[in-house]
């Protein structure tokens, strides 16, 4: 047993996931293509200790009382941990652990928060305990605390296949994070929590009456993204991912009850976004399950497009990060 630092990156979706096969094992009901975000990081200590009576959740320096949702879900996923760890007979696998976190983004604004912040959890649990597990197991294992997380895991372009058992619903690198420099701009509209998680919303995602068209067309649209990709074209990759997101919004506004995630800021950005486009400023946006956007753009437009987003009256700030790699342990521990 030692205590184990882990930072692991949040990510955003090229490619969406929307809606579960299973609920418990959070199986997605089609395959989703990433980017791991350097820059937009979490930072999680854990300690098992024989002294502790139950389980100490801290985050952003705050302690979260056992009864709330947020620290059942960090003891939930630990028991998942001590489980494995006295499967394979490993001293200590009873204790209860301290568990330290922050990050350095908002979180439950639709950033993907939870998603490095399961991964960092997972990481530090399986270390700290002794765990010598693959990569693919640990994607399993987070994909069940947070469906994105299986994808913090990995580092540079991610892909998750969405599978039909619990073995086959993983997350991999398709290219490295050297194979293509592309910078994301966040245009951080609002700091406060989303009103609707992502969980209660993947619920109701087959009442919108575009849902089955979208997933009939889904895996064409992952094929096309990899191949942008791999080719590096910045102006195909952008356009698919900008429709992307725009349809995948139709489905949560069109879902029973529906999902009005957008906030008058973030329809200010993606006039923007637009706006630089006519100016020869090449940039697209995609949004995750909240208001806050990300900006796409290549290194020589990084400086303009942020300095564009800053300066619009409804963004509150901007933060800008790289492709990034998969978790690290770290030395300087939180506690």
Not at 207 to 223: A, G, H, L, Y
Not at 278 to 292: D, P, R, S
């Amino acid at each position: 047993m030692k205590k184990t630092t882990i930072q692991a990156s949040s990510d955003i979706a090229l490619i969406k996931y929307w809606g579960k096969k299973d609920e418990v094992l959070r199986l997605p009901e089609n395959g989703s293509i990433s980017i791991i975000l350097s820059g937009l990081d979490t930072v999680t200590t854990v300690e098992f200790r024989e002294d502790l009576i139950q389980d100490q959740v801290f985050i952003q320096g705050e302690e979260i009382e056992n009864v709330s949702i947020e620290a059942q879900r960090v003891s939930k996923h630990l028991d998942r941990m001590r489980d494995l760890a006295k499967e394979r007979k490993i001293t200590g696998a009873n204790w209860f652990a301290k568990v330290v976190s922050k990050n350095t983004f908002p979180r439950g604004t639709g950033l993907s928060s939870s998603g490095s912040g399961m991964a960092a959890l997972t990481y530090a649990a399986a270390r700290a305990l002794g765990l010598d597990v693959s990569e693919k197991e640990l994607s399993i294992l987070s994909r069940q605390a947070s469906g994105t997380a299986c994808r913090c895991v990995c580092g540079g372009f991610v892909e998750w296949l969405d599978g039909d058992t619990s073995d086959t619903s993983y997350s991999h690198t398709i290219f490295s994070k050297e194979h293509w420099d592309i910078r994301d701009v966040v245009a951080v509209v609002d700091e406060g929590r989303k009103k609707i998680s992502s969980t209660e919303g993947h619920t109701t995602a087959q009442t919108s009456p575009f849902f089955k068209v979208r997933q009939d067309r889904i895996k064409q649209k992952i094929e096309l993204v990899k191949q942008a990709i791999a080719e590096k074209n910045f102006t195909e990759l952008g356009k698919i991912v900008e429709a992307e997101a725009l349809e995948f919004h139709s489905i949560l506004l069109t879902s029973e009850v529906p999902l009005i995630l957008w906030y008058p800021g973030t329809v200010q950005v993606m006039h923007e976004v637009q706006k630089m486009r006519e100016e020869g400023i090449e940039c697209y946006f995609t949004i995750n399950t909240g208001f806050n956007l990300h900006i796409l753009t290549l290194p020589e437009f990084e400086a303009e497009v942020n300095q564009r987003l800053f300066a619009l009256p409804l963004v509150v700030k901007t933060l800008t990060a790289t492709i990034g790699d998969k978790p690290k342990e770290i030395s300087e521990h939180l506690f």
